[in-house]
Every structure is written in structure tokens, then in C-alpha cells.
């Protein structure tokens, strides 16, 4: 079974602590997204991701109020149908203010499956400010390993967080579990993954979202991102968003 990292194990490599999620939504056309609770719940200063899969372009999730797009990709293989077609990964971002409670809304005009959710960062030195930059790219073929390189170098250094959120075109009957997934660039080390989503939906078409975590641990990147990520059993295709955090 896969164990999430302890929190201070990821606070003594990053600048940037992994507060926690709240339960992941399913639905079509509207979601309505969690934040987490507890001591996942969002504070003042943190910066809260939102990550969507959904089917089909062109039907993108509208930005929820307070939010503001990081980055949108787009794959997949096959023709418009269940567990096959293209997909949408989706990633907004909000610097959190401490109102953040409830449930996110998310509408998607027209859509047909869709998968989303909301997870927590948080700066470990006060007065610090975020930085965010983002790529991504297409797994065009169905396949157990997915190796998907980003079409751009969002700029990773030593400290940094980096999330990739990977929007599959099936509802993920098989998992990639992150002892199973990778995030390596030239000129950086990247630590173990930490686990936050993993899951789908049949609603629909089904869809899936895969999101994992990556903390760089040392250099500087020289060139762009690529996250490799194996199932366990079923051969999706789809798309990944790959969102480089910084506080400075």
C-alpha cells in the first residue's frame, strides 16, 4: 500500500509543504469540489490547486469565481465513446485568503464525464509570495506506461513543487501509484512522488484523474519536464498539466 510521505520529510527538501485535499467530485456538466477539512483545510497565504479531467474538448471547465487558470492540455486516442477519445487536464490555482470553505462550483457546458480535485500547499517561510508556472502535454496512444513530455520548460529549480495531473480517457480501473510515477528533467533530482488523486468516474464516458506531487531536490532544470507514470492494468490515453510552485 502506498503511504504519503510525512510531513516534515517534505518540509526538511521544499520550501512548500503538501497540506492535504478534499474528497474528489464526480459529475457531467457541474461538479461541486471540496476543499479539504481539518488539518488539510486551506489557511491564509496557501495556494489551493483545483484539477479537472473531463471529456470533450472543446468543453472546458469554466473558471470557478476567485480562480485563475495555471494551464490546459489536451490528449488522448480514439474516437468519442466509453473509456476511449480525447480528454481535458485542467489545473486552476488561488491564493487562498482564509474564507476558503465548503465546496468549489464548477460548470462545463455540455460536458460528459468529469473528475475534479482541490488540494493544498503551503509556504514554510511567512512573507514569502508564489510563483506559478506550468506546461504540459499529450499520452496520444493508450498504453500501461504513460512518459509524457511537457512542451515547455516551466523553470524548476531546487525547493520547488511540482504537481502533474494527468486527465485519462478511462475511469482508471487499474491505478498508477506514486512509487510508480516519475518526474525527471535535465539538470534536476526530483524526490519521490506524493500521492493525491487517483480515481475516476463512470458517469458518463468515464474519465480519470491521476495528480501526483514531486518535490525538486537539488539543480536547476535545462530542459522540459517529463512525468512517466505506470498502471497497474488499463491502457488509457489523455493529457497531463505539469504546474511548478515557488514561494520567494
Known amino acids: 500500500m502506498h503511504m504519503t510521505p510525512p510531513v516534515g520529510a517534505v518540509k526538511r527538501q521544499s520550501m512548500i509543504e503538501y497540506v492535504g485535499r478534499g474528497a474528489a467530485a464526480v459529475g457531467?456538466?457541474?461538479?461541486?469540489?471540496?476543499y479539504g477539512t481539518g488539518v488539510a483545510a486551506p489557511l491564509a497565504g496557501d495556494i489551493a490547486l483545483l484539477t479537472i479531467a473531463n471529456k470533450y474538448?472543446?468543453?472546458?471547465?469554466?473558471?470557478?469565481?476567485?480562480?485563475?487558470?495555471?494551464?490546459?492540455?489536451?490528449?488522448?486516442?480514439?474516437?468519442?465513446g466509453v473509456d476511449s477519445g480525447n480528454v481535458y487536464s485542467t489545473t486552476y490555482y488561488r491564493v487562498c485568503d482564509g474564507s476558503e470553505s465548503g465546496n468549489v462550483a464548477v460548470t462545463i457546458t455540455s460536458g460528459n464525464a468529469a473528475v475534479a480535485r482541490i488540494s493544498t500547499f503551503r509556504c514554510n517561510v511567512p512573507g514569502l509570495t508564489w510563483s506559478i508556472a506550468a506546461s504540459g502535454g499529450g499520452q496520444n496512444t493508450g498504453s500501461l506506461t504513460w512518459s509524457v513530455a511537457a512542451a515547455a520548460d516551466p523553470g524548476i529549480k531546487a525547493k520547488d513543487m511540482v504537481v502533474a495531473a494527468g486527465a485519462a480517457n478511462t475511469d482508471n480501473g487499474g491505478v498508477c501509484l506514486a512509487e510508480n510515477a516519475t518526474l525527471t528533467a535535465a539538470g534536476i533530482k526530483s524526490a519521490a512522488g506524493i500521492q493525491i488523486n487517483n480515481g475516476g468516474t463512470t458517469q458518463a464516458d468515464d474519465a480519470g484523474l491521476t495528480t501526483h506531487a514531486f518535490v525538486c531536490a537539488s539543480g536547476q532544470s535545462t530542459g522540459v519536464p517529463t512525468y512517466t507514470c505506470v498502471y497497474t492494468s488499463v491502457t488509457p490515453a489523455g493529457a497531463v498539466s505539469i504546474i511548478r510552485l515557488r514561494c520567494s
Do not use: I, M
Open 28 to 34: 457531467t456538466s457541474s461538479l461541486s469540489v471540496p
Open 57 to 80: 474538448p472543446a468543453n472546458s471547465p469554466a473558471a470557478p469565481t476567485g480562480y485563475t487558470l495555471a494551464h490546459q492540455s489536451t490528449g488522448g486516442a480514439g474516437g468519442s
